[in-house]
C-alpha cells in the first residue's frame, strides 16, 4: 500500500528541495526476498548494528511472523527509498492487556523474547529527522496503546520520535552498555588484565591460575558451521543447567529462541558474522560464547558456563577474558558485552556508552484500568 503524507506534515519534515514529495509504502512481511535489497542498500556504510542486518531481520520474520502482525514500513522520495522500520503489532494476552506496537526486530512475546539492543531507525545519512519524523505521524494513526522503543541509541532518530511523541506518557529506563576497547589496548600494548587496573586485574589472573590447575587453558573458534552449531548446543545445555539450578527459566527453554539462533547461525557463519568460542582447562569445558561480530566489532550474545563446587574457580571470568585477549589478537575493534547492570560486565570493561528502553503510552480507559489494576498488584505483594 503506498499513501503519500500530507502537504502540512511535509512542510514539518522539511523535506530537501533536491527530492520530491515524500511517500509511504506498506508492505506484508511476504515481500521480504523482495524487500531485503532495499533493506540491505538503505544499510550500507552506515552504523547499524547486527540488530538491524537484513539476515537478522528475516530471521526474526522467519521465526516470529506467524504469532504477531508485522509490516515493512518504507519512506521513499523521487523513487528513492530514504528510510525503512519493521513496524510489530502484538495483541493483548493475559499477560500483557495492553495492544503493543514495537520497532524493527522486537515485540515477539517476552518467553521468547532475543534482547534486541543497538536499535534505531534505518535511513540514509542525513535523514535521520524526516525518517522518524514520517514514521511517528504513520505511528499515530495506528490502533495501540504501548509503543515500545526497545533497546534504542541516542541519537538524532531516537530524540526525533520521543519529541514528535510529546503528547503521549513516555517513560525511559536508560541502561548502561560496557565495552572493551580493543584497538585501543593495540596501540597501547598492554595486555587485557593490566588495563583493567591491579585490583581487577590480579583478580582475572588468580582465576585463570585456579583454572589453569586442571590442565593447560585453551581457547577454539568454531572452523564451519556444523562445528558452530554443535557449540551452540553445547552452551544451550551449560546455560540450562544453570539455569535449573538457580530455578529460573532460561532463554534456551524456548523453542522459537532456539529455532532463531540455529537459522541465524547457519546463514550468518560463512559470512563472518557469527563467532563460536569454546574455552578448555586439560580438554575439560571451561565454557562456550556466542558472539555476534559486525562492522569489526564482537558482541557478547549468550553463554554457557560449566560451573562446579570448587568456589575459587570462575568459569565466566576466565573465559571471557580468553575471549577478549582473542579478539585482540585477531584485530577486532572492540568487545561489546551488550546491556545490563551484572557487576562483572562493568569491572571487565573499559568504556560505556547507554542504551534506552522507552515505553509510550496513548491516554484512554483501557491503559488507565491497566495501571490501576497494576498499582493494586503491587500494594498486595507488598
Known amino acids: 500500500m503506498s499513501l503519500p503524507l500530507s502537504s502540512g506534515s511535509l512542510s514539518r519534515l522539511s523535506i530537501p528541495r533536491a527530492l520530491g514529495p515524500l511517500e509511504r509504502i506498506v508492505e506484508p512481511t511476504s515481500n521480504w526476498p523482495r524487500f531485503a535489497a532495499r533493506w540491505e542498500k538503505l544499510a550500507e556504510g552506515a552504523e547499524y548494528s547486527i540488530f538491524l542486518s537484513p539476515l537478522w531481520i528475516e530471521t526474526w520474520i522467519e521465526t516470529f511472523s506467524d504469532i504477531v502482525n508485522a509490516s515493512l514500513v518504507s519512506f521513499r522520495a523521487d523513487g528513492h527509498d530514504i528510510g525503512a522500520c519493521l513496524v510489530v503489532h502484538t495483541a493483548p494476552s493475559l499477560a500483557q492487556p495492553l495492544r503493543k506496537v514495537s520497532l524493527n526486530a522486537s515485540g515477539e512475546p517476552a518467553a ?146 532456539s529455532a532463531f539462533h540455529r537459522s541465524f547461525v547457519q546463514k550468518s557463519f560463512a559470512g563472518g558474522k557469527i563467532q563460536m568460542l569454546r574455552v578448555t582447562a586439560g580438554g575439560q569445558t571451561v565454557g562456550v560464547l556466542y558472539n555476534l561480530v559486525h562492522q569489526n566489532k564482537a558482541y557478547f550474545y549468550q553463554c554457557g558456563y560449566n560451573y562446579t563446587d570448587d568456589k575459587r574457580l570462575s568459569p565466566g571470568v576466565v573465559t571471557l577474558a580468553l575471549a577478549i585477549e582473542y579478539n585482540r589478537a585477531a584485530g577486532l575493534d572492540e568487545f561489546d558485552f551488550l546491556a545490563g547492570d551484572s557487576a562483572y560486565k562493568e569491572w571487565m570493561s573499559t568504556g560505556r556508552r547507554q542504551l534506552v528502553w522507552t515505553r509510550i503510552r496513548r491516554r484512554g480507559p483501557r491503559v488507565w484500568m491497566y495501571d490501576r489494576l497494576r498499582s493494586l498488584k503491587h500494594r498486595m505483594a507488598s
Open 112 to 257: 521468547d523474547t532475543l534482547y534486541v539492543e543497538l536499535n534505531d531507525i534505518l535511513c540514509r545519512p542525513g535523514w535521520q529527522s524526516v525518517t522518524a519524523s514520517a514514521l511517528v505521524e504513520y505511528l499515530i494513526g495506528e490502533s495501540w496503546d504501548e509503543c515500545r522503543l526497545d533497546g534504542f541509541c541516542s541519537g538524532i532518530a531516537y530524540d526525533v520520535l520521543k519529541m514528535q511523541f510529546a503528547g503521549f506518557d513516555i517513560e525511559e529506563e536508560w541502561q548502561a552498555s560496557y565495552h572493551v576497547d580493543l584497538a585501543a589496548l593495540r596501540t597501547s600494548g598492554v595486555a587485557y588484565s593490566k588495563a583493567l587496573g591491579a585490583g581487577r586485574g590480579k583478580y582475572v589472573q588468580r582465576k585463570i591460575s585456579y583454572h589453569a590447575r586442571l590442565g593447560e587453558l585453551r581457547i577454539q573458534a568454531a572452523a564451519d558451521a556444523e562445528e558452530a552449531l554443535a557449540m551452540l548446543d553445547e552452551l544451550a545445555i551449560l546455560n540450562s543447567r544453570r539455569f535449573d539450578a538457580l530455578g529460573r527459566r532460561g532463554v534456551w527453554k524456548s523453542s522459537r529462541f
